[in-house]
């Protein structure tokens, strides 16, 4: 693995929900946030038989899910695409669903996996063999290549995505709206708080809409629910899990997670990614706590995983952790960091606790998105950029090795072949 260079970004989009808003800073500077634009609207303008809420996701190594919207209920959710704009080599048909929401009756959702695809190389496609040509790029394998801040290779959010809560119609214009992002790069998601949409007796099945409109590759993982999964992409295994699906030991999530973790080749995979939606670290007073029954069933797996990096949502801010294993400093554990700054319409979480904790290294609440660059098998830069309506500041920025790499931790990774204690220490 010489040459073994990568790079995968995380990104964190702005929504288009923020309220007036002025942002204290939590740390040395002050940052007073512009006021924001106004709501963007998304209108549907489409002819009905035309494809809209294109979003591409992985599926496997080299495949990818086209998922589209269209009004016509007659289009065939069939996908052409190739190398070349307007010269599509392959035709693939996949499957379409449809749901209804009290008086909400969506429209055709059509999912189309494609592929074998090469590592790297722009794709254009056409959804449904009519309206406008899309394109993305496929994740690389390896390189060495120069990126520009605005530009990434995968999209990874840690839930919540429309803030619909209920009113249906909000995700079809949230589908409009990330359409130009999300149909470039695969956009990766789990779920949050605001997809959750049941009601008792009335409406009692969960994440309808969420299921319906973001299938991700969870067979392909050997999971049974769209609600946790994980992927391979460039040397980087990363986990969704479920903070509202049930994850005690016994639990099928939980299952699956053991049995997903024991299958990571860290010679494959150098580094190990998990995103959830509710943290297990947390210093903010909004929602304290709400991750501590998921961290006490879970944490001991992802530790004795060595697990490189957490990163959750939910709370409206940013913080990073050190590395961390029940609440102490432990060099063998992940970097916790809470991202929930993506922009929401419930305005920023600016409260936390005092004094902080020594094992909260930086927090404040700003809107921002961050940005993961793996460049090979032993470094990595994480970087959180503070946003402003129109141009973005490194906010706070730090180099992690991956816990693959450093001898310590390998040791007792080796060690865990054997049956441990879930108390098991260092
Ligand atoms: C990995 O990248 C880091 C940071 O650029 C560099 O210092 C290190 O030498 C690289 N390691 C390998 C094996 O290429």
């Known amino acids: 693995m010489e040459n073994f260079q990568f790079m ?243 639990s099928a999530q939980y299952k699956w997670l053991v049995a997903d973790l024991a299958r990571v080749n860290r010679e494959k995979t150098p580094w190990l990614v998990v995103l959830l939606h509710a943290p297990w670290y947390n210093t903010n007073t909004a929602h304290q706590g709400e991750g501590e029954s998921m961290r006490k069933a879970m944490e001991h797996l992802l530790y004795n995983a060595r697990v490189d990096l957490v990163f959750a949502g939910h709370v409206h801010s940013y913080e990073r952790f050190t590395r961390v294993f029940d609440n102490e400093p432990n060099s063998c554990g992940p970097v916790h960091v809470t991202i929930g700054d993506g922009g929401n319409r419930e305005g920023l979480a600016m409260m936390f606790k005092k004094p902080t904790p020594p094992i909260s290294l930086f927090h404040e609440a700003s809107f921002g998105h961050g940005r993961l660059r793996v460049l090979n098998q032993t470094h990595a830069h994480w970087s959180w950029h503070r946003n402003d309506d129109y141009d973005s500041t490194v906010g706070d920025e730090i180099w992690l090795e991956s816990l693959s790499s450093i001898q310590q931790c390998k040791e007792t990774l080796q060690d865990r072949e054997q049956p441990k204690s879930s108390n098991f220490e260092l």
């Open 8 to 250: 995968l970004l995380v990104l964190l989009v702005i929504f288009i929900f923020c309220d007036q808003i002025i942002v204290h800073s939590q740390v040395s500077f002050e940052y007073v946030r512009p006021p924001p634009r106004s709501i963007i609207a998304t209108p549907d303008d489409h002819p009905e038989s035309h494809p809209q809420q294109v979003h591409v996701s992985l599926v496997g190594r080299d495949h990818m899910r086209v998922s589209w919207v269209t009004d016509d209920k007659d289009v065939s959710p069939k996908v052409e695409y190739g190398k070349i704009p307007g010269k599509y080599e392959v035709s693939v048909t996949g499957e379409h669903t449809s749901y209804r929401y009290f008086f909400y009756k969506s429209g055709k959702i059509h999912h189309v996996k494609i592929g074998p695809l090469e590592s790297d190389v722009t794709y254009y496609y056409r959804c449904g063999g009519v309206g406008k040509e899309f394109s993305f790029r496929t994740p690389p394998l390896s390189f060495p290549i120069e990126f520009a801040v605005a530009d990434y290779d995968v999209l990874l959010l840690p839930g919540d995505l429309s803030y619909a809560d209920t009113q249906q119609p909000l995700w079809d214009t949230f589908g409009r709206f990330v359409e130009p992002y999300a149909s470039r790069r695969p956009w990766m998601v789990t779920q949050g708080n605001h997809e959750v949409e049941a009601f008792p007796v009335i409406h009692t099945h969960p994440f309808v809409a969420y299921n319906s409109r973001w299938l991700m590759p969870f067979e392909e993982s050997g999971s049974n629910s769209n609600l946790y999964y994980s992927f391979d992409v460039t040397g980087v295994h990363v986990i969704m899990l479920g903070s509202y699906a049930d994850f005690d030991a016994g």
